[in-house]
Protein backbone atom coordinates (compact mmCIF):
# COMPACT_ATOMS: atom_id res chain seq x y z
CA UNK A 1 0.00 0.00 0.00
CA UNK A 2 1.45 3.47 -0.96
CA UNK A 3 0.79 6.68 0.66
CA UNK A 4 -1.37 7.51 -2.55
CA UNK A 5 -3.28 4.39 -2.56
CA UNK A 6 -4.24 4.74 1.72
CA UNK A 7 -5.15 8.39 0.69
CA UNK A 8 -7.46 7.61 -1.45
CA UNK A 9 -8.93 4.64 0.33
CA UNK A 10 -10.06 6.72 3.12
CA UNK A 11 -11.45 9.84 0.48
CA UNK A 12 -13.30 7.73 -0.83
CA UNK A 13 -14.67 6.11 2.56
CA UNK A 14 -15.64 10.03 3.11
CA UNK A 15 -17.15 10.55 -0.11
CA UNK A 16 -19.83 7.50 0.45
CA UNK A 17 -20.52 7.95 4.09
CA UNK A 18 -23.64 9.29 4.21
CA UNK A 19 -23.02 11.82 7.27
CA UNK A 20 -19.78 12.96 5.72
CA UNK A 21 -20.40 13.30 1.85
CA UNK A 22 -16.74 14.56 1.01
CA UNK A 23 -16.97 16.69 -2.20
CA UNK A 24 -14.43 19.09 -3.97
CA UNK A 25 -16.48 21.55 -2.93
CA UNK A 26 -17.92 21.06 0.18
CA UNK A 27 -15.03 19.47 1.44
CA UNK A 28 -15.28 16.78 4.22
CA UNK A 29 -11.81 14.65 4.14
CA UNK A 30 -8.19 16.15 5.30
CA UNK A 31 -5.17 14.93 5.03
CA UNK A 32 -2.50 15.33 8.03
CA UNK A 33 1.01 14.35 8.85
CA UNK A 34 2.09 13.83 12.32
CA UNK A 35 5.97 13.93 12.36
CA UNK A 36 8.28 13.01 15.34
CA UNK A 37 11.18 15.51 16.42
CA UNK A 38 13.43 15.63 19.12
CA UNK A 39 10.80 18.64 21.21
CA UNK A 40 8.08 16.51 21.09
CA UNK A 41 5.36 16.25 18.04
CA UNK A 42 4.37 18.07 15.23
CA UNK A 43 1.08 18.18 13.38
CA UNK A 44 0.70 19.68 9.74
CA UNK A 45 -3.21 20.16 8.83
CA UNK A 46 -2.75 23.08 6.50
CA UNK A 47 -5.27 21.45 4.21
CA UNK A 48 -7.76 21.48 6.93
CA UNK A 49 -6.48 24.89 8.05
CA UNK A 50 -7.26 26.48 4.30
CA UNK A 51 -10.86 24.95 3.87
CA UNK A 52 -11.72 26.79 7.20
CA UNK A 53 -11.20 30.53 5.41
CA UNK A 54 -13.49 29.16 2.59
CA UNK A 55 -16.03 26.02 3.60
CA UNK A 56 -16.15 23.20 5.19
CA UNK A 57 -18.68 20.41 5.60
CA UNK A 58 -19.61 18.96 9.20
CA UNK A 59 -18.53 16.20 10.45
CA UNK A 60 -15.60 16.02 8.96
CA UNK A 61 -12.78 13.15 8.76
CA UNK A 62 -8.90 13.79 9.47
CA UNK A 63 -6.76 11.14 7.63
CA UNK A 64 -3.27 11.03 9.30
CA UNK A 65 -0.39 9.89 7.33
CA UNK A 66 0.59 6.56 8.09
CA UNK A 67 3.83 5.58 9.85
CA UNK A 68 5.33 2.23 9.48
CA UNK A 69 7.83 -0.54 9.72
CA UNK A 70 9.43 -3.64 8.76
CA UNK A 71 10.06 -7.05 10.23
CA UNK A 72 10.34 -10.61 9.89
CA UNK A 73 10.50 -11.76 13.43
CA UNK A 74 8.18 -14.60 12.07
CA UNK A 75 10.15 -16.23 9.02
CA UNK A 76 13.27 -14.82 7.89
CA UNK A 77 12.35 -14.75 4.27
CA UNK A 78 8.69 -13.45 5.28
CA UNK A 79 8.79 -9.38 5.39
CA UNK A 80 5.66 -8.26 6.65
CA UNK A 81 5.40 -4.32 7.22
CA UNK A 82 3.42 -3.18 10.11
CA UNK A 83 1.47 0.51 9.00
CA UNK A 84 -0.09 2.84 11.89
CA UNK A 85 -2.79 5.01 11.17
CA UNK A 86 -5.33 7.21 12.19
CA UNK A 87 -8.66 9.17 11.61
CA UNK A 88 -10.36 11.90 13.03
CA UNK A 89 -13.80 12.65 13.06
CA UNK A 90 -14.61 16.09 13.82
CA UNK A 91 -18.11 17.97 14.01
CA UNK A 92 -18.62 21.78 15.81
CA UNK A 93 -19.57 21.69 19.44
CA UNK A 94 -22.85 24.40 20.82
CA UNK A 95 -20.77 26.50 23.18
CA UNK A 96 -23.74 26.95 25.11
CA UNK A 97 -25.12 23.82 25.63
CA UNK A 98 -23.05 21.60 28.45
CA UNK A 99 -24.41 18.45 26.70
CA UNK A 100 -23.58 19.22 23.18
CA UNK A 101 -19.65 18.43 23.93
CA UNK A 102 -20.37 14.59 24.92
CA UNK A 103 -23.56 14.78 21.90
CA UNK A 104 -21.10 15.35 19.35
CA UNK A 105 -18.67 12.81 20.82
CA UNK A 106 -20.80 10.14 20.67
CA UNK A 107 -22.01 11.47 16.93
CA UNK A 108 -18.45 11.52 15.76
CA UNK A 109 -17.60 7.37 17.72
CA UNK A 110 -20.55 6.46 15.94
CA UNK A 111 -19.08 7.41 12.41
CA UNK A 112 -15.47 6.64 13.64
CA UNK A 113 -16.67 3.21 14.44
CA UNK A 114 -18.30 2.73 11.02
CA UNK A 115 -15.10 3.83 9.12
CA UNK A 116 -13.34 0.99 11.25
CA UNK A 117 -15.81 -1.38 11.02
CA UNK A 118 -15.55 -0.92 7.09
CA UNK A 119 -12.14 -1.10 7.00
CA UNK A 120 -12.03 -4.63 9.04
CA UNK A 121 -14.74 -5.71 6.33
CA UNK A 122 -12.28 -4.68 3.29
CA UNK A 123 -9.43 -6.70 4.81
CA UNK A 124 -11.47 -9.65 5.71
CA UNK A 125 -12.60 -9.73 1.88
CA UNK A 126 -9.43 -9.07 0.48
CA UNK A 127 -7.07 -10.68 2.83
CA UNK A 128 -3.81 -10.64 0.38
CA UNK A 129 -4.40 -7.05 0.73
CA UNK A 130 -3.47 -6.59 3.98
CA UNK A 131 -4.92 -7.12 8.16
CA UNK A 132 -6.09 -4.97 10.34
CA UNK A 133 -5.07 -5.72 13.62
CA UNK A 134 -8.28 -5.10 15.83
CA UNK A 135 -6.26 -5.08 19.02
CA UNK A 136 -4.19 -2.16 18.02
CA UNK A 137 -7.51 -0.39 17.54
CA UNK A 138 -7.09 2.69 19.52
CA UNK A 139 -9.42 5.60 20.63
CA UNK A 140 -9.59 9.08 21.83
CA UNK A 141 -11.55 12.63 22.55
CA UNK A 142 -9.75 15.34 20.29
CA UNK A 143 -10.60 19.27 20.76
CA UNK A 144 -11.04 21.56 20.59
CA UNK A 145 -9.56 21.84 17.31
CA UNK A 146 -10.00 25.18 14.99
CA UNK A 147 -13.63 27.05 15.76
CA UNK A 148 -14.66 24.49 18.69
CA UNK A 149 -14.40 21.19 16.89
CA UNK A 150 -14.44 18.19 18.96
CA UNK A 151 -14.31 14.71 18.08
CA UNK A 152 -12.76 11.01 18.29
CA UNK A 153 -9.49 9.92 17.01
CA UNK A 154 -8.60 6.16 16.17
CA UNK A 155 -5.48 4.75 15.67
CA UNK A 156 -4.80 0.99 13.79
CA UNK A 157 -2.25 -0.92 12.49
CA UNK A 158 -2.35 -2.69 9.28
CA UNK A 159 -0.26 -5.50 8.13
CA UNK A 160 0.79 -6.72 5.11
CA UNK A 161 4.07 -8.53 3.17
CA UNK A 162 6.18 -6.12 1.19
CA UNK A 163 9.17 -8.93 0.20
CA UNK A 164 9.46 -7.29 -3.36
CA UNK A 165 10.78 -3.72 -1.61
CA UNK A 166 13.90 -5.29 -0.52
CA UNK A 167 15.06 -6.90 -3.61
CA UNK A 168 18.61 -5.33 -4.68
CA UNK A 169 18.77 -3.58 -7.85
CA UNK A 170 21.91 -2.93 -9.09
CA UNK A 171 20.26 -0.69 -12.61
CA UNK A 172 19.37 1.81 -9.28
CA UNK A 173 23.46 2.41 -8.17
CA UNK A 174 26.62 4.07 -10.82
CA UNK A 175 28.98 1.09 -11.40
CA UNK A 176 31.54 2.76 -9.14
CA UNK A 177 29.31 1.72 -5.47
CA UNK A 178 31.13 -1.02 -4.17
CA UNK A 179 30.23 -4.51 -5.52
CA UNK A 180 27.92 -6.49 -3.30
Known amino acids: MTYSNYTEFFRKLAKYHK ?36 TIKLP ?11 DNKQMADNIRRTRVGGIIILDKVDKHSHDSLEQTLDKCDGIAQEIMAYVM ?6 EQK ?27 EITNPVNLPYLFDSEKFDDELLPL
Do not use: W
Open 19 to 54: QLRHTPEKPSFFRAVVTEDPLGSNYHVDEMLKAFRS
Open 60 to 70: CMVMELFTFQD
Open 121 to 126: AYYRKY
Open 130 to 156: GRLELNSVQGEPVGPVGDNLYGIRRNF
